[in-house]
């Protein structure tokens, strides 16, 4: 079955500092990728998306490119603030039809000041 | 509109007790979704509905689990005989489109 794999955390940056969350994926097919934030108190909401091999998926200074070759979708961000302090969460859905989407456990990320 | 609303935020309840939650969707969007999230753990999906119809069902929804949406609008989950095993954050989401875009804030469930 599909399932997606997210590096543990927290993730524990300095402000302005280079983001990287690892995400990788199994699925037959081509399913679709998609990025959710969490922040304190909050519901997910989702961040970015991408739908075929080699898309990039960006919002807000994050992104993302779906990557066949290594079934992966790793999320960036070349500086990230406070604010960006949440837990992201990986994610695909499909192929065939099934938009229901398969989280991973989610990452931490901690910005210090 | 607010977006998704889930009530209670939080329940307490005692083992062996039904407990039920809502929710409100966005009033356009005729896609509603249950998730179960526990502590460190990524969102699980429960049930999907499409309009009135219940389309999906994982087969972590027990017989002990039922969930609703009379009218193609809000939804209820309801557990009944509860167990600590159930103690989770329940989330509902909705969508109109091909994609689940918005989630609520959740119902966190403990059971003593």
């Known amino acids: 079955g599909n399932s997606v794999t997210q590096m543990e955390g927290p993730v524990t940056l300095s402000e302005e500092a280079f983001l990287t969350i690892n995400c990788t994926y199994t699925a037959t097919g081509y399913p679709s990728l998609f990025w959710y934030v969490q922040y304190p108190g909050e519901g997910l909401q989702l961040l970015l998306k991408a739908t075929k091999a080699d898309d990039k998926g960006s919002n807000k200074g994050f992104e993302a490119t779906y990557r066949k070759e290594t079934t992966s979708f790793h999320l960036e961000k070349g500086s990230v603030q406070v604010s960006d302090s949440a837990v992201y969460f990986c994610?695909?859905?499909?192929?065939?039809?099934?938009?229901?989407?398969?989280f991973g456990r989610g990452t931490s990320l901690i910005v210090h000041p | 509109d607010t977006g998704v609303s889930q009530n209670p935020r939080h329940k307490i309840t005692k083992r062996g007790q039904n407990v039920t939650f809502r929710c409100d969707p966005i009033?356009?969007?005729?896609?509603l979704y249950w998730y179960r999230q526990t502590l460190g753990q990524g969102p699980e999906f429960l049930t999907y509905f499409q309009n009135e119809a219940q389309l999906e069902k994982s087969r972590l929804l027990s017989d002990r689990f039922s969930a609703e949406r009379p009218k193609g609008s809000f939804s209820t989950l309801e557990i009944q005989r509860t167990e600590q095993g159930d103690s989770a954050m329940y989330l509902c989401?909705?969508?109109?489109?091909?994609?689940?875009?918005?989630f609520g804030s959740g119902t966190r469930l403990t059971v003593v």
């Open positions: 009033s356009e969007h005729n896609r």
């Open positions: 994610a695909l859905s499909g192929p065939g039809g099934s938009y229901i989407p398969t």
């Open positions: 989401a909705s969508s109109l489109a091909d994609r689940v875009d918005t």
